[in-house]
């Protein structure tokens, strides 16, 4: 059975914090992908990222970073000098090889003030 | 980027309506479509799996009867809420997924808010 638990259910930080978002997965396969979505108040999800299970360099984008850590079954996503703009839902997800469905953790959601 | 479109945004209607809801794939081939239903500050439930051409696949729980999907071509999918009560009303949000595999990003819809009344 594969499972994602983001155990921060909500964070609330001030306008340019740094903030990081955990995420940890359950899979008995070797082949799987990880992905983080954003659902900003107006509801749509957006993809920001997605990382398979042989690949495991921390990736940065911005002001948005991932670390993938296997031995700890961890993808955690660090924002930067957090902004308003980024107060949202945030979900990880789990694909494993040979599946088409991902499984969603529960969401954090991120609240940033200015 | 790919995008998706979902249709309508929102929809306001009286218990024993029945609802369609569009999904559609703007600017790539959807060979699998996927519908999600989201209770308020809840994660997404993945109901069923649209793939072109065949029949949907469910979820348990999922009653297929009450929840029609209809995946026609490559860059549309239905789903038809018959009937609809006021326990159906909540955030339907599909997701579209290119033909290259089954490892490539589900790109998700803005979702449509249904309210039974």
């Known amino acids: 059975a594969q499972k994602v638990t983001q155990a921060q259910t909500e964070i609330s930080v001030v306008e340019k914090e740094d903030v990081t978002l955990d995420c940890v997965y359950e899979?008995?396969?070797?082949?799987?992908?990880l992905f983080w979505y954003k659902q900003p108040p107006s509801g749509e999800l957006v993809f920001l990222i997605r990382r398979n299970s042989f690949d495991e360099q921390n990736e940065i984008s911005g002001r948005y970073s991932w670390n993938f850590q296997k031995s700890t079954s961890s993808f955690n996503f660090t924002i930067t000098a957090s902004q308003v703009v980024d107060s949202a839902v945030y979900f990880c997800?789990?694909?494993?090889?040979?599946?088409?469905?991902?499984?969603f953790g529960k969401g954090t959601m991120l609240l940033v003030s200015p | 980027g790919a995008v998706v479109s979902q249709h309508p945004s929102r929809v306001i209607c009286k218990s024993g309506t029945s609802v369609k809801i569009e999904c559609r794939s703007l600017?790539?081939?959807?060979?699998?479509m996927f519908w999600y239903r989201q209770f308020p500050k809840k994660s997404l439930m993945l109901m069923a799996t649209?793939?072109?051409?065949?029949?949907?696949?469910?979820e348990q729980g999922v009653e297929k009867d009450k929840f029609l999907i209809n995946h026609a071509s490559l860059t549309l999918s239905t789903l038809t809420v018959t009937s609809a009560h006021p326990e159906d009303s909540s955030f339907y949000i599909c997701?579209?997924?290119?033909?290259?595999?089954?490892?490539?990003?589900?790109?998700f819809g803005d979702g449509t808010r249904l309210s039974i009344l």
């Open positions: 600017d790539f081939q959807a060979t699998t």
């Open positions: 997800a789990l694909l494993n090889s040979g599946y088409s469905t991902l499984t």
């Open positions: 899979t008995r396969d070797t082949t799987y992908y």
């Open positions: 997701s579209a997924r290119d033909w290259a595999g089954s490892e490539q990003p589900q790109h």
């Open positions: 649209s793939n072109e051409g065949s029949k949907a696949t469910y």
